[in-house]
DNA sequence: CTTTGACACCTAGCATAACTAGGTATACCA
DNA sequence: TGGTATACCTAGTTATGCTAGGTGTCAAAG
């Protein structure tokens, strides 16, 4: 994606993919690029330090998969990081729509 | 507004509010304040070095208006500017409809 | 006539967060 | 055996909005 536009915004998108069910970061990932059609197509040094930085806030919480050779961190919201998402996605609309308004489009 | 959602998109709400006619830095807050209906009420700390920014990259030329004992630097975007909000209008276009896409809104 | 507040400009330094660029390791296919 | 995809990690860089301070003009209120 292009330079600084998504700063503030990544944790909505993190907070929206998990909302849907539980993934590792590389799930995540691709999941960002598919939803987007391959507008979000984010390094991994994007989105691990994301996801620790939502689990510090103690709106995701992880756990190693065993079920695999590979090792997975599965994340998933926290009941607080649900909260969070609804309150992202209020404030995004009322980002957008402002933007829009002053841009007049 | 919070935090850092504005990051990367404060050049395009710069451009074309001056599209709409040349404008001095405190007109400029005054006016990003009304169009958005009070979303965004930024500080003069971030718009005047904004409109630097957008001047060295020349974007934006200005000149000291003279109609007026109070000093004001009249910015007004050149063709190159014109021509960036245009494309960052198309860019935020795609940014936002992603964003929807992937938040499922 | 002094003070307060709006107007109008400026910038050094801070804070934040996305990204770069490096690393480790497993699995699978040619 | 080598390359590619999967899957994780983090130190350091960078960009930029904002804080917090500064200068000065002007008008209205006290």
Redesign the pocket.
């Known amino acids: 994606?292009v330079?600084?536009a998504?700063?503030?915004?990544?944790?909505l998108l993190l907070l929206a993919v998990l909302a849907d069910g539980p993934a590792?970061?590389?799930?995540v990932i691709?999941a960002l690029r598919a939803r987007s059609k391959g507008a979000f197509d984010?390094?991994?040094?994007?989105i691990?330090?994301?996801?620790?930085?939502l689990e510090d806030q103690g709106l995701l919480k992880s756990t190693w998969s065993e079920d695999?050779?590979?090792?997975?961190?599965?994340y998933q919201p926290t009941p607080k990081g649900q909260q969070a998402l609804t309150t992202r996605q209020t404030e995004w609309k009322q980002f957008y729509k402002a933007i829009n308004a002053t841009v007049g489009i």
Chains 1, 2 share one sequence.
């Open positions: 994606m330079g600084e998504l700063k503030g915004h990544l944790d590792h970061g590389y799930a691709e984010l390094p991994e040094g994007t691990y330090p994301a996801l620790h930085r695999s050779a590979r090792r997975k961190r599965i």
